[in-house]
């Protein structure tokens, strides 16, 4: 193994292609359509617990009815996925933001002012959104469209990104190795 020597080593021509981490969050515009969903989930089991062994040649139209409103339900709500990605911020940047955020909010609560300051965490650390079916788009957002996303999606869905946020920002960068690798079968050696 070759030693690295600090005095030759070209930290500039490695650090060419670097990146900060980055992290995703999934958040949904329509999971009002989630009580409508459990509410059939509760009516399909039920139906089709009484229906055990009392299955008719034409099958069970109310019962048919009830699970393709689900399917169409569910296709509502996975086809409104938003994926958010974030980046962690650098030290300078973390400085800066929370510099000229103290600046905005000296007057504030400092209850109110800790809740603007992970807006504007937000706000620096979006750089992308993805529609389901759609390429990635790069964005900008400022502070005040973090806040009308919040208002669509609501808080929970929010702390989501917060937490991709939080991991993208403190974890140490790694890749599940197994994840696309899994051996299967009984090839493989599984039962």
Known sequence: ?????????????????????????????????????????????????AARGEKTATG??????????????VQTFTGSKLTVFVRALTSDELADLREAHEERTKNWE??????????????????AVQPVGEDRHEVRWDVHTVKRLEKAIGPAQMTEILNARQYAQNAIPTVDADF???????EHGAE
């Not at 690798?181 to 009984?186: N, W």
């Open 1 to 49: 193994m070759t030693e690295l020597n600090p005095a030759t080593f070209d930290l500039d021509a490695w650090a060419t292609d670097a990146n900060l981490p980055e992290e995703s969050a999934d958040v949904y515009k329509r999971a009002d359509v989630i009580g409508e969903l459990s509410a059939l989930q509760r009516k399909i089991a039920i139906r089709r617990d």
């Open 60 to 73: 069970d139209k109310e019962l048919t009815a009830m699970e393709r409103r689900h399917t169409e339900l």
């Open 110 to 127: 400092p209850k109110k002012a800790n809740a603007e300051f992970g807006f504007d965490l937000l706000a620096a650390a979006i750089i």
């Open 180 to 186: 696309l690798h899994k051996s299967y079968g009984t």
